[in-house]
């Protein structure tokens, strides 16, 4: 520190006129040095930093145009992704409803179908049951007939004998014969 301040001194007893000497003095000779570099860098380098740093500015600031726009821009879209995702959504429980209620019409149809079928079942079912009832008595009247018939023929054969069969046969050739003289 010592040699800083004798350094500022010395500076301060330099003579006005007359001599011209080389200061050895390091620090002094490298402030002044630099002072006077920084002084040339202002002066000189200001317009060129004024430029970059405007050429900066404006960078930045086309950016933030940019990205205004861009964020403008993509809330566009987005509000017209939301008004389209609402018609989407509208259109879609419009579907599922008519869905619904086509699969009810259809249920209900199916319902109807199946009852007019089992209706028509039922119906065929008791058709079925009245023709086998009615051949079963058919069939018990043929059997009860035909036991009859054979009972009968049983009894007149064994009752029968040979003139009474004579008998009875010119007696029906004697109706026989009067139904065709009237005629």
């Known amino acids: 520190?010592?040699?800083v301040t004798h350094s500022f001194v010395f500076l301060a007893h330099w003579?006005?006129?007359?001599?011209f000497g080389l200061n050895t003095d390091i620090l002094a000779t490298n402030l002044i040095n630099l002072t006077v570099v920084v002084g040339v860098l202002?002066?000189?380098?200001k317009g060129v930093l004024k430029d970059l740093l405007d050429n900066r500015k404006q960078r930045i600031l086309s950016t933030i145009r940019n990205s205004e726009e861009l964020r403008r821009g993509t809330l566009e879209q987005l509000e017209k992704a939301r008004l389209r995702l609402q018609k989407v959504e509208l259109?879609?429980?419009?579907?599922?409803m008519n869905g619904y209620s086509e699969i009810e019409r259809e249920k209900a149809n199916?319902?109807?179908?199946?009852?007019?079928?089992l209706e028509q079942?039922?119906?065929s079912k008791n058709e079925t049951l009245y023709f086998e009832k009615q051949r079963a008595m058919n069939q018990v009247r043929q059997?009860?007939?035909q036991q009859a018939v054979q009972g009968a023929l049983g009894t007149l054969n064994?009752?029968?004998n040979t003139e009474l069969h004579f008998r009875t046969i010119r007696a029906n050739i004697g109706i026989l014969g009067a139904i065709e003289w009237k005629r």
Do not use: H, Q
């Open 42 to 45: 202002i002066f000189f380098g």
């Open 110 to 117: 199916l319902i109807n179908a199946t009852s007019i079928s």
């Open 158 to 160: 064994s009752c029968l």
């Open 143 to 145: 059997r009860v007939f």
């Open 91 to 96: 259109e879609a429980d419009e579907y599922r």
């Open 121 to 123: 079942l039922e119906k």
């Open 15 to 19: 003579p006005f006129a007359g001599s």
């Open 1 to 3: 520190m010592k040699n």
